[in-house]
């Protein structure tokens, strides 16, 4: 959906990998789910808000997860959006580019 609108995609199969991919470059914009195994999208928001590079960087949590506490959780680590799955393509396209377009 994202390559379809025209952006540039990195992929990474779980947190562990995202976040050695996210330390080898820079992205504007991380996407995480929340279950993964290795490390969940919690710890990786959390891991990339130690990095300098990352403080700013929007964070969206993709995940059919959706309680209130783990909301909470993802806020207190830094995550910038929380989106249920599934979710429209225009929908979830809207959000990115907002985020995208928001200064840092």
Avoid: H
Avoid at 10 to 33: K, W
Avoid at 38 to 61: C, F, H, S
């Amino acid at each position: 959906m994202l390559e379809r609108a025209g952006y540039e995609v990195a992929e990474a199969r779980n947190g562990t990998t995202g976040l050695e991919t996210a330390q080898q470059g820079f992205y504007d914009l991380v996407i995480t789910d929340l279950n993964m195994p290795g490390m969940n999208g919690l710890a990786l928001a959390a891991e990339l808000r130690k990095l300098p590079r990352y403080e700013q960087t929007p964070i969206i949590v993709y995940s059919t997860e959706c309680r209130a506490e783990l909301k909470a959780q993802g806020k207190s680590v830094g995550v910038s959006a929380w989106v249920v799955k599934p979710c429209a393509s225009p929908v979830f396209l809207s959000g990115v580019q907002r985020l995208l377009a928001k200064p840092r």
